[in-house]
């Protein structure tokens, strides 16, 4: 069994912990099946911040069949309530003839571009178009022969957790290893479209990066940008979320999509977290040097003759921190001036008759 990676290499960018949050723009059904906007789609993704955008690899045919009983008629629950799955299906694939052009467009402006395959077919088809990456959606942490036919390409893989129990993501990294990969990464995931905060237990992220030794994102579905940047702040290195031109274009997922100033928001939001988080670290900062001097230390508050005694009166410990820590007020008091102190004086150990004790 091969041994995993703490981090992955995706066209060219290293992806992990110590390294800034990887933020996925996921085009899913955004595109409306017009290929001019699935183009300004990835535009408007690069210019939102985002490190990469992800497309969807396959067809109503790879995922189903055109059945509407009740096994393939969507139940309650779900935005897609009483569709069946072949016709959401139809609606919602992205051509394969245009995943080509998209990402020629990716690599336009700057963006790495990969997808999530849903079959063999699919594998094979990114396969020719030099894929740097690829995504197993949550409802296909199952599919064994998927997961092993990926890892089979050596590329890194990224793998949504949603609904999966520990064993069978267990099962999952472990028949992707078995196949060859050693770049995995895996995302928390709540399969609820949208998906309610109080669903989405980010403290799993830190959890599994314990136990499987990968990089640990988050693939979201909530509304707005607010989990993302609280995932970054628990260790996620990766997010993913879905981006459309506008939520008023409609289709099956721009319910729970940002829209471009959104994303861009999320994006400031996760770099000032992840820039925020820093190391462990105690006693003064760079930035904080400036503040010593609003420290208290011990001043001289009234004037005092060589000889005299040090009291309560004419010593306290007040702003700024020039002179001696508050800690030796009592080493100090009872002791005699060696020198004539004027009032405001910061006292010094060469102030006190004998120095320091």
């Known amino acids: 069994m091969t041994a995993l990676a703490s981090t992955l290499t995706i ?27 699935a183009e300004r789609t990835v535009r408007a993704a690069a210019g939102a911040g985002a490190d990469a955008i992800k497309l969807q690899t396959y067809t109503p045919d790879t995922l189903t069949i055109d059945c509407d009983n009740e096994h393939f008629r969507i139940g309650e629950g779900t935005i897609w309530e009483g569709r069946t799955l072949y016709d959401l299906y139809g609606e919602a694939y992205l051509p394969w003839e245009w995943h080509g052009r998209l990402f ?4 336009e402006v700057g963006l790495a571009c990969f997808s999530t395959p849903f079959d063999a077919t699919a594998v094979e088809f990114l396969e020719t178009l030099h894929t740097p990456a690829y995504k197993i959606a949550s409802f296909e942490i199952v599919d064994l022969p998927l997961i092993a036919r ?9 793998i949504s957790t949603g609904m999966a129990s520990l064993a069978e993501i267990d099962d999952a990294v472990r028949t992707a290893r078995t196949a060859g990969a050693t770049q995995i990464a895996l995302l928390k995931c709540t399969s609820a479209y949208p998906s309610p905060a109080a669903a989405m237990h980010l403290r799993t992220i830190p959890q599994l990066a314990r136990t499987f030794g990968t990089p640990v994102g988050l693939s979201d579905h909530t509304l707005g940008g607010t989990v993302p940047v609280a995932a970054v702040a628990l260790g996620a290195t990766i997010i993913e979320k879905h981006f459309t031109l506008s939520r008023s274009l409609g289709g099956p997922d721009a319910e729970f999509s940002l829209e471009p100033a959104e994303f861009c928001a999320m994006v400031e939001g996760i770099r000032t977290a992840s820039a925020a988080l820093g190391s462990v670290r105690f006693g003064a900062g760079v930035a904080e040097e400036g503040s010593r001097i609003f420290r208290r230390s011990l001043f001289v508050v009234e004037n005092v003759r060589a000889g005299e005694p040090l009291t309560a009166r004419n010593v306290r410990s007040i702003r700024p921190g020039n002179g001696l820590p508050p800690r030796h007020l009592d080493d100090v008091l009872g002791r005699r001036a060696s020198r004539d102190l004027a009032r405001g004086t910061p006292l010094e150990w060469s102030h006190v008759a004998g120095g320091s004790p």
């Open 104 to 107: 020629e467009v990716a690599a």
């Open 11 to 37: 066209a060219g960018r290293r992806v992990g912990p110590g390294e800034p949050a990887y933020v996925i723009a996921e085009l899913s059904a955004n595109h409306g099946h017009d290929l001019a906007q």
């Open 150 to 158: 990926v890892a089979a390409t050596g590329k890194p893989m990224i």
